[in-house]
């Protein structure tokens, strides 16, 4: 019984650690797929270079059918009021303002009116281009009976620098991959070692049982040879 529990623990460390393999150096968190998250965007650009603005409103019940159309509006830093520099809806994107032209392309959810994802993608990104995005689902959900429109906004603050640098939140988030991974390595060894014990204690008992059943054998058969002799005597 405890051979076989601790055989079914080796197993399992085995199972568990498979499923984190050891990343590669810089490599984030792998990204979750078929659902949908919101994550909230980055918030510093690196200048000259693209930079994606994300933006998404998770639809909180998927059976219903749903249709929306997205707005972005900026306001540069000392500037009090925002600008509308672009539009999405089931007839395509508009630039709506002079500034962007030729500088943004939709990154966001594609073949489908039911929008989640409202990302938008900088091209050439500029230090002009630092201060406050806002972001707008005008969405209307279909009920058996009657529409219902709603309207959700989100809030970027975007900083532009000359060089990247690297964000507390990708250091403790690779920390605490690693840290895991290693965790585990760890258990797994704890277990093996374990198993191997328990293995061995498994087979010297194994072999002491198969010792004594044999010397019970030959004492017993020594008693009845000697029983046999004594007969014929």
């Known amino acids: 019984m ?23 150096r810089g ?8 659902a949908c998250a919101e994550v909230d965007s980055d918030t510093e650009a690196v200048a000259g270079v693209g930079f994606k603005l994300g933006c998404i409103s998770c639809k909180r ?3 219903v059918v749903a249709t929306a ?44 009116n039911d929008i989640q994802d ?3 993608y900088l091209l050439n990104v500029t230090f002009n281009d630092s201060g406050t995005y806002q972001c707008f689902f005008h969405r209307i959900l279909f009920y058996d009976n009657y529409e219902y429109t709603t ?21 403790v988030s690779e920390f605490m991959m690693y840290f895991t991974v290693i965790g585990l390595q760890v258990w797994l060894l704890i277990e093996m070692i374990y198993c191997y014990k328990k293995i061995s204690a498994h087979g010297e008992e194994a072999l002491r049982e198969a010792a004594n059943a044999e010397y019970l054998a030959l004492a017993t058969e ?3 040879n000697c029983g046999g002799v004594q007969v014929g005597e």
Not at 27 to 34: H, N
Not at 151 to 167: C, D, F, N, Q
């Open 2 to 24: 405890h051979f076989s529990v601790g055989l079914s623990l080796c197993l399992l460390g085995f199972a568990l650690v498979s499923l984190f393999p050891q990343p590669a």
């Open 27 to 34: 490599q984030a968190l792998y990204e979750g797929r078929g």
């Open 61 to 63: 019940r998927t059976e």
């Open 69 to 112: 159309t997205v707005e972005w509006f900026f306001r540069s830093k000392g500037d009090p009021d925002f600008f509308h520099i672009y539009t999405y809806n089931e007839d395509g994107a508009t630039v709506e303002s002079d500034v962007f032209v030729d500088r943004v392309d939709w990154n966001g959810s594609k073949r489908s």
């Open 118 to 120: 409202a990302s938008i």
């Open 151 to 171: 309207t959700i906004s989100k809030v970027v603050e975007l900083t532009v620098v000359a060089k990247a640098t690297r964000g507390t939140a990708s250091i």
């Open 222 to 224: 020594g008693k009845d």
